[in-house]
């Protein structure tokens, strides 16, 4: 028992003595710890003492906002903002801070960093507290807050140098003496307004204005009153103008006017005129009165040039025309050309329906052998009545129709109608004769030719030996090898064929001679200078002999006198198409005709 006793006692000083011993350990670790804990305090202290007095002495504005208000600015931020004190910015927002024009923007890069802990880099502009705007480059990075996200920013001002750039610009894009854009800025809009005319499919106006005698007003008031009156009539032209309107001066006394925004070319006429008007008035310089006018030329997008380069050419070139034409006036760029564009127009519109309102004709013109005078055929010729402007040549509106696609219809409907008339003729008791019919180049490359002429005898009836179809040098020539197609299957449908205009193309000899053509047609141009050139009648005389060559039959077109028919004669010319035996002449006329089979004993040179 007493053992028992002393167990517990000895086991019992023990633990006293392990509870002591670990009392002092945790005493010792907790002093140690606190040691640590108070040198790092002291450390971050330091730090952030360090940091505050950075971030206080930074020349750029500093400013932290946390939980949408700003918790700190420092001192760079308060002169910035133009603040009394650096607490007057607490409790606002950054966006706040923003330029009004910058406020969405702010907010929305503010919201990102927030979002994806990022930084943001870039210029903006700020609204001081005196509510002037100002250029600023701004940094922005999002940091962790008191456990909040909050963002950092440094800003300074730029806008000194924003200033500086932006009067750099103005003196590079601006004439100092009349503050009007100059020449690099006009260029830069007129390429800006080209882009745009040609995707949005408008046309705009450009205008060349120059001043009338400034070089003598220049020369005997001196420059002083010469810069006066530039800056005067630079006014007097702007007020007339809108905002979307431009007014250059590219040189001494020249201006250029971009009007972009009108709706139609006479409505940039009559604000060119406003601005002509405004030019126009009577100054005093040294007790002299002068009336001072000025001359303009106008050029229009795309018709009179599709770059600035051009257009500027053109205006120029119109403007001098102006001049030429007595000063204190305006002048279209080539109005001939401007007026043929409009005929034009007009045409394609009238002929769309020229073929339902009946205005189409045939006239017909005799090809007649030279040395019996017999008519060996004729030409069928289509002929246009416009209601307004009279009798149209085919050389005006065929393009036309090519141009527009309606050479097809039209195409269809001079075959049907030549074919037609010749089964008629016939029928009439007329000795039957063969009709040629031109086609053009766009029928020849269209699908279904055949088919067509094919369809046109059945439907008239006429025997295809008495059809002929002209096609001319340069249309053959184009794809020879098509053409070779072309034309044997039109042969398989038994009609004959000829090369028209020959001598204006370019011949692949080769390809003459395959082609089974019956007749080759001298152009009426090599007829025209028989008489007199001797190089023309060379040409004739070989291209004679090389078709004699090829087995083909040589008709002359345009033949007028006798002394050209002789010659022709002379060289071997089988037959005439000309005036000299015949005109084109209506159906009933050359009926008449026909009805004799045979040309006049006068006419007839070789009989
Ligand atoms: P082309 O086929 O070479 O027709 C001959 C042209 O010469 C005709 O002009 C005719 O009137 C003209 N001519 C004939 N003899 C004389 C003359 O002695 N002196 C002068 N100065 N001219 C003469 P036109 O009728 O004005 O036709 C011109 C061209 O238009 C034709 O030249 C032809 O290429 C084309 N053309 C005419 N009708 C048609 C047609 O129905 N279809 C197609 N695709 N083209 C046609
Ligand atoms: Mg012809
Ligand atoms: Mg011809």
Same mark, same amino acid.
């Given at each position: 028992?007493?053992?028992?006793?002393?167990?517990?006692?000895?086991?019992?000083?023990?633990?006293?003595? *392990?509870?002591?011993? *670990?009392?002092?350990?945790?005493?010792?670790?907790?002093?140690?710890?606190?040691?640590?804990?108070?040198?790092?305090?002291? #450390?971050?202290?330091?730090?952030?003492?360090?940091?505050?007095?950075?971030?206080?002495?930074?020349?750029? #504005?500093?400013?932290?906002?946390?939980?949408?208000?700003?918790?700190?600015?420092?001192?760079?931020?308060?002169?910035?903002?133009?603040?009394?004190?650096?607490?007057?910015?607490?409790?606002?927002?950054?966006?706040?801070?923003?330029?009004?024009?910058?406020?969405?923007?702010?907010?929305?890069?503010?919201?990102?960093?927030?979002?994806?802990?990022?930084?943001?880099?870039?210029?903006?502009?700020?609204?001081?507290?005196?509510?002037?705007?100002?250029?600023?480059?701004?940094?922005?990075?999002?940091?962790?807050?008191?456990?909040?996200?909050?963002?950092?920013? %440094?800003?300074?001002?730029?806008?000194?140098?924003?200033?500086?750039?932006?009067?750099?610009?103005?003196?590079?894009?601006?004439?100092?003496?009349?503050?009007?854009?100059?020449?690099?800025?006009?260029?830069?809009?007129?390429?800006?307004?080209?882009?745009?005319?040609?995707?949005?499919?408008?046309?705009?106006?450009?205008?060349?204005?120059?001043?009338?005698?400034?070089?003598?007003?220049?020369?005997?008031? &001196?420059?002083?009153?010469?810069?006066?009156?530039?800056?005067?009539?630079?006014?007097?032209?702007?007020?007339?103008?809108?905002?979307?309107?431009?007014?250059?001066?590219?040189?001494?006394?020249?201006?250029?006017?971009?009007?972009?925004?009108?709706?139609?070319?006479?409505?940039?006429?009559?604000?060119?005129?406003?601005?002509?008007?405004?030019?126009?008035?009577?100054?005093?310089?040294? &007790?002299?009165?002068?009336?001072?006018?000025?001359?303009?030329?106008?050029?229009?997008?795309?018709?009179?040039?599709?770059?600035?380069?051009? =257009?500027?050419?053109?205006?120029?070139?119109?403007?001098?025309?102006?001049?030429? *034409?007595?000063?204190?006036?305006?002048?279209?760029?080539?109005?001939?050309?401007?007026?043929?564009?409009?005929?034009?127009?007009?045409?394609?519109?009238?002929?769309?329906?020229?073929?339902?309102?009946?205005?189409?004709?045939?006239?017909?013109?005799?090809? %007649?052998?030279?040395?019996?005078?017999?008519?060996?055929?004729?030409?069928?010729?289509?002929?246009?009545?416009?209601?307004?402007?009279?009798?149209?040549?085919?050389?005006?509106?065929?393009?036309?129709?090519?141009?527009?696609?309606?050479?097809?219809?039209?195409?269809?409907?001079?075959?049907?109608?030549?074919?037609?008339?010749?089964?008629?003729?016939?029928?009439?008791?007329?000795?039957?004769?063969?009709? /040629?019919?031109?086609?053009?180049?766009?029928?020849?490359?269209?699908?279904? =030719?055949?088919?067509?002429?094919?369809?046109?005898?059945?439907?008239?009836?006429?025997?295809?030996?008495?059809?002929?179809?002209?096609?001319?040098?340069?249309?053959?020539?184009?794809?020879?090898?098509?053409?070779?197609?072309?034309?044997?299957?039109?042969?398989?449908?038994?009609?004959?064929?000829?090369?028209?205009?020959? &001598?204006?193309?370019?011949?692949?000899?080769?390809?003459?001679?395959?082609?089974?053509?019956?007749?080759?047609?001298?152009?009426?141009?090599?007829?025209?200078?028989?008489?007199?050139?001797?190089?023309?009648?060379?040409?004739?005389?070989?291209?004679?002999?090389?078709?004699?060559?090829?087995?083909?039959?040589?008709?002359?077109?345009?033949?007028?006198?006798?002394?050209?028919?002789?010659?022709?004669?002379?060289?071997?010319?089988?037959?005439?198409?000309?005036?000299?035996?015949?005109?084109?002449?209506?159906?009933?006329?050359?009926?008449?005709?026909?009805?004799?089979?045979?040309? /006049?004993?006068?006419? /007839?040179?070789?009989?």
């Amino acid at each position: 028992m007493a053992e028992d006793i002393e167990f517990y006692k000895r086991r019992l000083a023990r633990e006293r003595n *392990a509870r002591k011993q *670990a009392e002092a350990l945790i005493e010792q670790k907790s002093l140690e710890l606190f040691y640590q804990a108070q040198e790092r305090e002291l #450390a971050l202290r330091e730090s952030e003492e360090r940091y505050r007095l950075l971030v206080e002495s930074s020349p750029d #504005a500093i400013l932290v906002e946390s939980d949408g208000r700003i918790v700190f600015a420092n001192a760079a931020a308060q002169h910035l903002f133009h603040a009394d004190s650096a607490d007057v910015l607490l409790n606002r927002t950054m966006t706040e801070l923003a330029a009004p024009a910058c406020q969405a923007q702010v907010a929305t890069a503010i919201h990102e960093l927030k979002r994806d802990g990022s930084s943001r880099a870039g210029e903006e502009q700020a609204l001081r507290l005196d509510g002037k705007i100002i250029d600023i480059t701004v940094t922005r990075l999002s940091f962790q807050y008191r456990g909040n996200r909050a963002v950092h920013m %440094v800003a300074r001002d730029i806008s000194e140098r924003k200033e500086l750039e932006t009067r750099l610009h103005y003196q590079a894009t601006h004439d100092t003496l009349t503050g009007l854009p100059n020449r690099n800025l006009l260029v830069d809009r007129l390429d800006l307004a080209i882009a745009e005319a040609r995707r949005e499919n408008r046309r705009f106006m450009v205008s060349f204005i120059d001043l009338d005698r400034f070089k003598w007003i220049n020369d005997s008031f &001196g420059h002083n009153a010469g810069d006066a009156l530039l800056q005067s009539v630079a006014s007097g032209m702007s007020a007339c103008l809108r905002e979307s309107d431009l007014l250059a001066r590219i040189g001494g006394d020249e201006f250029v006017l971009l009007l972009c925004n009108t709706s139609s070319e006479d409505e940039s006429v009559s604000v060119l005129r406003r601005v002509m008007a405004a030019v126009n008035h009577r100054v005093t310089i040294d &007790g002299h009165v002068i009336v001072v006018t000025c001359s303009a030329g106008c050029s229009v997008y795309p018709d009179d040039g599709d770059t600035a380069d051009a =257009l500027l050419r053109s205006s120029d070139a119109a403007m001098y025309r102006a001049k030429e *034409a007595g000063r204190n006036t305006m002048q279209l760029y080539n109005p001939d050309l401007r007026s043929r564009f409009n005929e034009r127009v007009k045409l394609q519109t009238d002929l769309r329906y020229a073929l339902e309102r009946d205005e189409l004709d045939l006239h017909y013109q005799l090809q %007649v052998e030279i040395h019996s005078g017999s008519i060996k055929g004729v030409e069928a010729l289509l002929r246009w009545k416009h209601p307004e402007l009279g009798n149209i040549a085919p050389s005006r509106f065929i393009p036309i129709a090519e141009e527009s696609g309606l050479i097809q219809s039209i195409g269809e409907w001079v075959l049907r109608r030549a074919c037609a008339q010749n089964k008629s003729w016939q029928l009439a008791g007329i000795p039957p004769i063969r009709i /040629s019919v031109n086609l053009s180049a766009k029928q020849v490359n269209r699908q279904g =030719l055949e088919s067509q002429v094919a369809q046109c005898l059945a439907a008239t009836q006429l025997d295809p030996a008495w059809l002929e179809l002209e096609l001319t040098e340069s249309a053959s020539m184009d794809d020879p090898d098509k053409t070779l197609t072309l034309m044997h299957s039109l042969r398989k449908l038994g009609v004959a064929l000829s090369i028209d205009d020959f &001598g204006t193309g370019y011949s692949n000899m080769q390809y003459l001679r395959l082609f089974p053509v019956e007749k080759l047609k001298i152009d009426g141009s090599f007829v025209k200078g028989i008489v007199h050139d001797t190089g023309c009648r060379a040409i004739v005389d070989a291209m004679i002999s090389l078709a004699h060559r090829l087995g083909l039959t040589v008709v002359a077109e345009m033949a007028e006198t006798a002394n050209q028919v002789s010659i022709l004669a002379a060289c071997g010319c089988d037959q005439i198409q000309g005036n000299f035996y015949s005109k084109p002449i209506p159906a009933d006329q050359c009926a008449e005709l026909l009805s004799a089979g045979r040309m /006049s004993e006068l006419n /007839s040179l070789g009989a």
